[in-house]
């Protein structure tokens, strides 16, 4: 057992390092993840928002700018297009160019592109009838070149650029296009920058989460440490070891597991020593007595054959006695190792109860005890027979034993939903109720110099006790001193 305890010691030593770094992680892992989801989130709003408002104020200026030069390119004045887009641009952000039907610029406010042709896929989709559109270019790869070269050697903008295409019209008629070319890079710089920020408080973030995080794991472990000095000193020996219970959590209720098998063991322990101590006792009595009655024979030179008779009967009592005690002891420890098999079958219970019953109606009418049996159902279940038979006459025979002449004992068996329930009442002398809890355990007597004198060892309800649990059943007492017991046996029952 000490080994058992001194592993578990180890193991959750081992188990409180692994869970601090464990929540430690955990705690680094929601957070980061929790706060990368956040910041992606929130860059993605707010560059959605950027561009939707960047594709707003360039569709309404080039909107404007279409209605105006409409009859302009329709009469050709190329002056009034040039002032036009002169003042709608602005040196190195933006740029107006004025093309025809055909996609030839016909003015350019940066008078670099007059007389060429205009290629893009936004021109070409309003020159194909599907209204206004609007794109945004890299300045390695715009797909705007008129000629070898990109956007940004065409317009002089930096590196990122928004180009909205808005169809001209006169007299409803599709007569060119309007393309209003924008800068964007401060969109890209001013999201590059929001990440940036993000990228460092969520390093901030981290940081003091590691530290609250150090706090929390001591506070959440702590109970754990103590644990493991609850087992520490139970490895020890220290079979009163308990630990303070803190609150109504998951550990608290470790606390409480941990008190409750702290105070079983140490129930066990005692209950063990008392188990030898009480076995030694009951092996020794007969062994003292046989001595005493042997040595008498032996260093008696003039004996009565009538007293030596008597003696040897007194010692055949007493071997007997001793018989019944280990006989009762290799039983029970047979039961504790898990040795003992039931030859399980289908019963009547009705059967079994009317037959213990027969078998001590003798023993019932000598003692001047009426022995009564009701049965008020079959009740068929799955079980040892002979274990069964030893259980109801074991119990039967206790209440005849305990009960003074002109008592009545009283069996009844019914049925009370799945379970088969056996009553055996008696008119006895009772147990006092500061002795019922224990009458299940080994040795324990009421009355011992009564006990003895009925011939009982003290292991008898024990071992009944444990019969019927191996049946799934429960067996339970009332009883109410110099008025009675009951003793009230259930096991499940077969339902066809």
């Known amino acids: 057992?000490?080994?058992?305890?001194?592993?578990?010691?180890?193991?959750?030593?081992?188990?409180?390092?692994?869970?601090?770094?464990?929540?430690?992680?955990?705690?680094?892992?929601?957070?980061?993840?929790?706060?990368?989801?956040?910041?992606?989130?929130?860059?993605?709003?707010?560059?959605?928002?950027?561009?939707?408002?960047?594709?707003?104020?360039?569709?309404?200026?080039?909107?404007?700018?279409?209605?105006?030069?409409?009859?302009?390119?329709?009469?050709?004045?190329?002056?009034?297009?040039l002032t036009s887009a002169a003042d709608a641009s602005s040196e190195g952000l933006s740029r107006v160019l004025v093309l025809d039907r055909y996609g030839v610029v016909q003015v350019d406010a940066y008078s670099l592109l007059n007389g060429r042709r205009f290629e893009n896929a936004e021109v070409a989709n309003v020159l194909a009838g599907g209204g206004e559109d609007y794109g945004f270019y890299d300045a390695e790869d715009t797909g705007a070149n008129v000629e070898p070269g990109s956007l940004t050697s065409l317009t002089g903008v930096r590196a990122m650029t928004g180009l909205y295409a808005a169809p001209i019209y006169y007299d409803a008629e599709l007569i060119g296009v309007l393309v209003?070319?924008?800068?964007?890079?401060?969109?890209?710089?001013?999201?590059?920058?929001?990440?940036?920020?993000?990228?460092?408080?969520?390093?901030?973030?981290?940081?003091?989460?590691?530290?609250?995080?150090?706090?929390?794991?001591?506070?959440?472990?702590?109970?754990?440490?103590?644990?493991?000095?609850?087992?520490?000193?139970?490895?020890?020996?220290?079979?009163?070891?308990?630990?303070?219970?803190?609150?109504?959590?998951?550990?608290?209720?470790?606390?409480?597991?941990?008190?409750?098998?702290?105070?079983?063991?140490?129930?066990?322990?005692?209950?063990?020593?008392q188990f030898v101590s009480n076995a030694s006792h009951e092996l020794k009595t007969p062994l003292s007595t046989m001595k005493i009655l042997l040595e008498t024979l032996l260093y008696q030179e003039n004996y009565d054959p009538a007293m030596q008779k008597e003696f040897l009967t007194d010692i055949n009592k007493e071997i007997d006695r001793l018989n019944r005690i280990v006989s009762d002891l290799l039983t029970l420890v047979n039961i504790d190792s898990g040795g003992m098999h039931l030859n399980v079958a289908d019963v009547r219970?009705?059967?079994?109860?009317?037959?213990?019953?027969?078998?001590?109606?003798?023993?019932?009418?000598?003692?001047?005890?009426?022995?009564?049996?009701?049965?008020?159902?079959?009740?068929?279940?799955?079980?040892?027979?002979?274990?069964?038979?030893?259980?109801?006459?074991?119990?039967?025979?206790?209440?005849?034993?305990?009960?003074?002449?002109?008592?009545?004992?009283?069996?009844?068996?019914?049925?009370?939903?799945?379970?088969?329930?056996?009553?055996?009442?008696?008119?006895?002398?009772?147990?006092?109720?500061?002795?019922?809890?224990?009458?299940?355990?080994?040795?324990?007597?009421?009355?011992?110099?009564?006990?003895?004198?009925?011939?009982?060892?003290?292991?008898?309800?024990?071992?009944v006790r444990q019969i019927v649990l191996l049946h799934d059943g429960d067996i339970r007492a009332e009883s109410e001193e110099n008025k009675g017991t009951t003793f009230i046996i259930e096991l499940p029952i077969v339902t066809k």
């Open 349 to 463: 219970l009705r059967d079994i109860v009317t037959e213990q019953v027969k078998r001590l109606s003798p023993l019932a009418r000598e003692r001047g005890i009426e022995l009564s049996c009701l049965v008020r159902d079959p009740c068929e279940t799955v079980g040892d027979s002979l274990k069964l038979q030893q259980v109801f006459y074991n119990v039967i025979d206790n209440a005849i034993k305990y009960t003074p002449r002109g008592g009545e004992v009283r069996v009844e068996l019914a049925r009370a939903g799945k379970r088969a329930v056996v009553r055996v009442e008696d008119t006895g002398i009772g147990i006092p109720a500061d002795d019922l809890p224990h009458i299940f355990d080994r040795f324990y007597r009421v009355d011992k110099a009564r006990s003895r004198e009925t011939g009982g060892t003290g292991l008898g309800l024990s071992i």
């Open 180 to 273: 209003y070319i924008s800068q964007a890079q401060e969109i890209y710089e001013n999201l590059s920058s929001l990440r940036s920020q993000m990228l460092l408080w969520m390093l901030l973030v981290a940081a003091s989460a590691l530290i609250i995080s150090m706090f929390v794991v001591r506070t959440i472990t702590r109970p754990i440490g103590e644990l493991s000095a609850g087992i520490s000193r139970m490895s020890r020996g220290d079979l009163s070891s308990r630990v303070e219970v803190r609150g109504k959590n998951e550990f608290a209720q470790l606390a409480s597991a941990f008190n409750s098998m702290s105070e079983r063991l140490e129930k066990l322990d005692m209950s063990r020593n």
């Open 1 to 81: 057992m000490w080994a058992i305890i001194s592993l578990t010691r180890t193991k959750v030593k081992e188990f409180l390092y692994s869970i601090r770094w464990k929540i430690l992680i955990a705690y680094l892992l929601i957070i980061s993840i929790a706060f990368s989801v956040v910041a992606a989130t929130l860059i993605q709003l707010v560059g959605d928002y950027m561009f939707n408002q960047r594709v707003r104020d360039d569709q309404r200026v080039a909107e404007n700018l279409s209605s105006i030069m409409g009859e302009a390119l329709f009469s050709l004045d190329v002056s009034a297009m």
